[in-house]
């Protein structure tokens, strides 16, 4: 049940009933683009926040079949620079740290033996340099802040699509070697690619058996060698990223469990599955909604997780499709933290317009890069790269509706109207419903538990704060357009910290009933009581309560918020000490027949709080009957009803 206030017999429906779990907050930064080159992504982003990727000079591009020219980009202090990579068509950057070292290459498949090989590119100490002639035929994958890289010798044949099959890895130390390739213990081969390198010298990758028959998830730590557990119930699987947590000698990892057959480049039966290892058991991430795989990309000392989810089922670049692949509808990025995936898109505190495909990296301060689609003012739709980085900690607003939730929800706040806020952080201690103390010389507590609700210099009344959600009272408001509103916590403390301001719209009423229970369809059992102070609505309608339907002749009152102006000159947020009856034009309907009424207006000894006493007509048949109350030509949600009997 949602949070209730008691005003004497009266139960005050106003708080939601349920509320997802808010995650992190993002806030989004589109990087640019190049000259004449619109199309950008980002691929890789070092700990102090400097980003590579590529602009190319039309979207939904795909890297491995189209080959088209796209330039490499270095974004460090609000500036994205042209590398101008020299010699190759389609270079991609796949690594950059503290020093600005861009490591990468070009991947290209021979249209008649179907061989694929790459080329690698090396940019340091702020020029390009020759390329190592161990690394030659080598694709460089992750890079540290030691110059460290891996990678593999991809030596993918005609029939093979994979880059994780018949390749081999290697670790590099820039500028001058020496060169190691790797090996898995226990395989009876090596290892087929390293996919990502951290500053302790833990590596991940993927190990292949003899043969060539199996993909599994592959771990060096410490000197050791580690083929961790396949994520039942998949027979492949690889590590795409490491991290050295603060708290364990085992680094954080993660990667995916796979089923696919590499002999094909699309495989329809394919399946791909997100997974964390911790303590190295594998732990499956699950899906997005809406989404039938998600492969994981990066993974920081925190152990916050990034990846992508996909409506398709892979096909044979499995996780590097964050890399070679345009953004589409098709892909949706995410971040896993506190134990749930989030769609990333819906974590942006600044997103509209944004739709994020891909989270390629995230750093230990938790900035994310990846691509995305953005929708411009002109209807375009735009591929861009972009950073994020964690909206400050302090209250974060999220929405603002009507306190009885109808369906659909009020959006527009009204002179004293009761309304409710969501958001995150928006108090800073345990919930504080509205007690008899906390009503000072007939007045609501405009600080309650430290929160506090700003309109300007002007603070409202509150009933209700949460970390997630407030319930206010409007004050004094114009008659049309909008007011600022921000949320404060520590409000009357030297400390005090703020929400971003937002723009409410207002209008001069916002009619509402309250409700017993607020369902997603809007059919809602409008609070009214008997005369006795008797719940009125069908039997059972809530554990524990009795409730009984009206019959023809009853007379009821049903309670409701936003119904405007009255006969009262009491300021908004003042506890209503006699009946004030509503000034504007009203009218009230049961099961579509007109009701005679005999009060409409505030109800005394409360603030905010509207009711209507009414007569139950004769000629309405037993059931739920829809009662709606139009004010100045506004009326509340058409599916409310009162249960009535014969």
């Given at each position: 049940m ?6 004497g017999?009266?139960i ?7 509320l997802a779990?808010?995650?992190p ?11 004449n080159l619109?199309a ?5 982003l ?5 980003v590579v990727?590529?602009?190319?000079g039309s979207?939904n591009?795909n890297l491995?079949t189209?080959?088209p020219?796209t330039?490499v ?5 609000g500036v994205?620079?042209?590398?101008n990579?020299r010699?190759l068509?389609?270079p991609?950057?796949t ?5 600005d070292t ?10 008649s ?10 940019y ?7 390329v190592?002639?161990q690394?030659l035929d080598?694709?460089?994958l ?8 891996v990678?593999?010798f ?5 029939g093979?699509s994979?880059f ?7 670790l590099?130390?820039l500028p ?6 790797l090996?898995a213990?226990g395989?009876?081969e ?9 500053d ?9 058996g003899?043969?060539s028959?199996?993909v599994?998830p592959?771990l060096?730590?410490?000197g050791?060698?580690t083929i961790?557990r ?6 492949q699987?690889?590590i795409?990223s490491?991290?050295?947590?603060d708290l ?5 990892s993660?990667?995916l469990g ?8 699309q495989d ?7 997974v964390n ?8 991430l699950?899906?997005l909604?809406?989404t039938?795989t998600s492969m994981?990309t990066?993974?920081?000392?925190s152990?916050?997780?990034v990846?992508f989810?996909s409506?398709?089922p ?5 996780h590097l499709a ?5 953004p589409?509808?098709?892909y949706?990025?995410?971040i ?5 995936m989030y769609?990333?898109t819906?974590?942006?505190?600044n997103g ?6 891909f989270?390629?990296q995230?750093n230990d ?12 003012s ?9 950073l994020?980085?964690?909206?400050p900690v302090?209250?974060?607003i999220?929405?603002?509706v009507?306190?009885a ?5 009020v ?6 109207g009761?309304?409710t806020?969501f958001?995150?952080q928006?108090?800073t201690?345990?919930?504080?419903p509205l ?12 600080d309650?538990?430290?929160?506090c609700v700003?309109?300007?210099s002007t603070?409202?009344?509150l ?6 959600q407030?319930?206010a009272?409007a004050?004094?408001l114009?008659s049309?357009?909008t007011?600022p ?5 520590n409000c009357?403390s030297a400390n005090?910290t703020?929400?971003s301001?937002?723009n409410?719209?207002?209008a001069?009423?916002a009619p509402?009933?309250?409700y017993?229970?607020?369902?997603t369809?809007?059919?809602?059992p409008v ?6 102070g ?7 309608l ?9 019959k023809a ?12 102006s009255?006969?009262s000159?009491?300021?908004?947020g003042t506890?209503?000490t ?8 009203y009218s ?6 007109p009701?005679d ?6 109800t005394?000894?409360?603030?905010g ?5 009414f ?7 037993a ?5 709606v ?6 009326p509340?949600?058409a599916l409310?009803?009162i249960?009535?009997?014969?």
């Open positions: 949602a949070p209730r206030t008691l005003f017999s009266v005050l429906l106003l708080a939601a009933g349920s779990a808010q995650g907050r993002f806030i989004i930064q589109d990087l640019g683009v190049l000259p619109p950008c992504s980002a691929t890789a070092s700990q102090s926040g400097d990727g590529y602009c190319t979207a591009q491995l189209a080959n020219v330039h980009f270095l974004y460090s202090k994205m620079t042209d590398l990579v010699g068509t389609t991609v950057p690594g950059v740290n503290n020093s861009v490591v990468g290459g070009q991947v290209s498949t021979n249209s033996s179907g061989i694929t090989t790459a080329t690698p590119f090396l340091e100490n702020g020029a390009f340099q020759p190592p002639e690394l080598a694709m460089p992750a890079l540290n802040d030691s110059s460290q890289l990678g593999a991809l030596a993918a044949g005609a093979i994979s994780f099959l018949d390749s081999s890895a290697y590099y130390r001058s070697g020496p060169l190691t390739k090996t213990i395989l009876g090596g290892v087929s690619a390293a996919l990502s390198i951290d302790a010298l833990d590596i991940g990758g993927s190990g292949v003899t043969g028959t199996n599994s592959y060096e730590s410490g050791g060698t961790l396949l994520l039942s119930p998949y027979p699987g690889l795409t490491v991290a050295q947590g364990s000698f085992f680094p954080n993660v990667g796979f089923s696919l057959d590499f002999t094909v480049q329809p039966s394919a399946a791909a599955h997100a290892y911790t303590s190295s058991q594998p732990v499956d699950g899906v909604p809406g039938l994981a990066s993974i920081n000392k152990g916050t997780v990846g989810a409506t398709q892979p096909d044979f670049i499995l964050a890399l070679f692949y345009a589409s509808g098709k949706q990025a995410f896993y933290s506190g134990g749930q769609n990333l819906s974590q942006l505190v509209a317009g944004w739709q994020l495909s989270a390629n995230i301060a938790g900035q994310i890069v990846g691509s995305g689609l953005y929708t411009a002109d209807g375009s739709v735009l591929q861009h790269a972009f994020l980085t964690p909206a302090g209250p974060s999220t929405g603002i009507g306190a939730f109808s369906t659909p929800a959006t527009s706040i009204s002179p004293n009761i309304f806020i958001g995150s928006l108090a201690g345990a919930p504080a007690t008899a103390a906390d009503i000072v010389d007939n007045q609501l507590p405009t309650l538990g430290g929160t700003e309109s300007g603070k409202w009344g009933f209700y704060v949460s970390s997630g407030i319930n009272l004050g004094l114009p049309s357009g007011v509103l921000a949320v404060v916590t009357d005090p703020a929400s301001v937002i409410v719209s207002v001069p009423v509402e009933f309250l017993f229970l607020e369902n369809n809007g059919q809602n609070a009214a009581i008997e005369p006795n008797a719940y009125v609505g069908p039997p059972g809530i554990a524990g309560a009795t409730f009984t339907p009206a002749g009853d007379v009821l009152t049903a309670f409701g918020v936003g119904w405007g009255t006969t000159s009491a300021t908004p506890i209503a006699a009946a004030a009856t509503l000034a504007d034009n009230l309907t049961l099961g579509g027949r009701v009424v005999a009060y409409a207006g505030l005394p000894g409360f603030a709080l509207y009711q209507i006493d007569t139950v007509p004769l000629g309405l048949t059931g739920n009957q829809p009662l109350l139009t004010v100045d030509g506004v509340t949600e409310a009803y249960a009535l009997t014969n």
